[in-house]
């Protein structure tokens, strides 16, 4: 399961004697080399240049367990500046290590950066890619699983095995020549197949009649939902993104980019193969992949029809992520329950309404993010903060509610206060469905509710009791979804839109959590391998 190598902490001392000031002397490491590159992938039939993690596409899943130290050496063999970041991983203390353009300089080609991580107090299903341009729609994506210790209980049975899942949405075009279609200002192409694991139809999964298996399932995508399904099984729902849930069954499930499920699934006592299903959603037309869940001493070859996708749409699916809901009573990373942390009756110290746009700048299409679209400056915001560079951006140009006016290009950061508890609201004024993603931190997803929203909703809309921790919220059109936050993680974090084009052209801002007193027990220092870049580097 460990696919790496697991050493404790003297070697771990003597392989990183400068790095411990980022980790718990008592958790093991484990050591990780990735040599990226170009190389010949066919997803879809037609080869076309992919990005490899050593060799594999997509890259290799990585299995950790709560609190271990993540060493994640990265040689770039692209012609570009490279970053990975951690969909999902909260990075505590150390948003030095968050893997985008707010925080790090990005890896010249033909050089390496060592990432330095823990996983601290996380348990669940992740992901990871490249925050670099479109380098993600050529790959470079894999999934990231932590579990829990030993000593901590999980509310349900050992499975069997569990089986990492990548679905996703994917282009012919060559990643470069799709951004070269958002330079122009032009709309982003729809999709021209799903994949799972890599591949539209041949992804097969070996399994043992009988057995209970965890599925972990990941939409690592650019711009589409995803309903997953097996033929003929029920999935029971135990986590999402870091949280157990309460063990709903479902037929199916909507995937939102960006976020991440694990459902128990039992089989048959039979032996014949079955279909495993991801299918576009609110998108025409309808782009499905199949993979095969292949019963071990199978004679019967998997047969159709597949199962059908569902018929609900926006509202329906609404009502489904309203269903999901947050286990009180289990462990999470930690011996005491999830919902000893009553969340519901802490008091809001701030309200931001972030409300999509899409605009015409310069002649050119832009997304914006309460009339700011967000351009990346030449100095990582960490940085700026760090060495205190003035001139690189200033705090609340992106206001708490949506201003009048035309959308402008800034760089957009919300101030905020170390252990503020905010109340935050996604607007979606447009007729597609948008995903949202917070770095360095996990919410609690309350709200869902269609046209505009205003406080008198609250009572009537917000879960206030059992609602899911995760990192990545969908927004359905004309509607709002509402988290609920403890800034309680020191740093500079990204809050993008999860629909990459989206972000790729502006619909991201940063996040400052911030105090003035230094101290380790709230942030640790600039790491001694940091790469400088912009007015850092004079």
Known sequence: MRQAILLHFFLGFLACLNTVSYVEAEDPYVFLNWVVEYGDISPLDIKQRGILINGQFPGPTVNVITNDNVIVNVENKLDEPLLFTWNGIKQRKASWQDGVLGTNCPIPPNSNWTYRMQMKDQIG??????????????????????????????????????????????????????????????????????????????????????????????????????????????????????????????????????????????????????????????????????????????????????????????????????????????????????????????????????????????????????????????????????????????????????????????????????????????????????????????????GFGSGKWNPTLRRRFYNLNDATTRHTIQVYPFSWSTILVSLDNKGIWNLRSANWPRRYLGQEVYVRVWNDEPSPFTEYGIPDNVILCGKAKK
């Not at 709309?187 to 009988?210: A, C, E, Q, Y």
């Not at 069954?249 to 699934?265: E, K």
């Open 125 to 446: 299903t992740y992901s990871y890619f490249p925050s670099t341009l479109l380098h993600r729609a050529a790959g470079g994506f894999g999934g990231l699983n932590i579990l829990a210790r030993s000593v901590i209980p999980v509310p349900y049975p050992k499975p069997y095995e569990e089986l990492t899942v990548l679905v996703s949405d994917w282009w012919k075009k060559d990643h470069k020549d799709l951004q070269k279609i958002l330079d122009s200002g032009s709309p982003f192409p729809l999709p021209d197949g799903i994949l799972i694991n890599g591949k539209p139809h041949s992804t097969s999964f070996p399994v043992v009649p009988g057995q209970t298996y965890l599925f972990r399932v990941s939409n690592v995508g650019l711009t589409t939902s995803i309903n997953f399904r097996i033929q003929n099984h029920k999935l029971l729902l135990v986590e999402v993104e870091g949280s157990h849930t309460m063990q709903e069954v479902y037929d199916s499930l909507d995937i939102h980019v960006g976020q991440s499920s694990s459902f128990l699934v039992t089989l048959h006592s039979d032996t014949k193969d079955h279909f495993i299903v991801a299918s576009s959603r609110f998108i025409k037309p309808v782009l499905t992949a199949s993979a095969i869940l292949n019963y071990q001493g199978s004679k019967n070859a998997a047969s159709g029809p597949l199962p059908n996708a569902p018929i609900f749409q926006f509202h329906g699916s609404m009502k489904q992520a309203r269903s999901i809901r947050w286990n009180l009573t289990a462990n999470a990373a930690r011996p005491n329950p999830q919902g000893s942390y009553h969340y519901g009756t802490i008091k809001v110290a701030r309200t931001i309404v972030l409300e999509n746009t899409a605009a015409v700048i310069d002649g050119k299409l832009r997304y914006a993010i309460n009339k700011v679209s967000y351009v990346n400056p030449d100095t990582p915001l960490k940085l700026a903060d760090y060495f205190n560079i003035p001139g690189v951006y200033s705090l609340n140009t992106t206001k708490d509610t949506p201003p009048v006016g035309p959308a402008v290009l800034g760089t957009g950061v919300v101030g905020t206060t170390l252990h503020d508890f905010v109340e935050i609201v996604f607007q979606n004024s447009e007729s597609s469905l948008q995903s949202w993603h917070l770095d360095g931190n996990d919410f609690w997803s309350v």
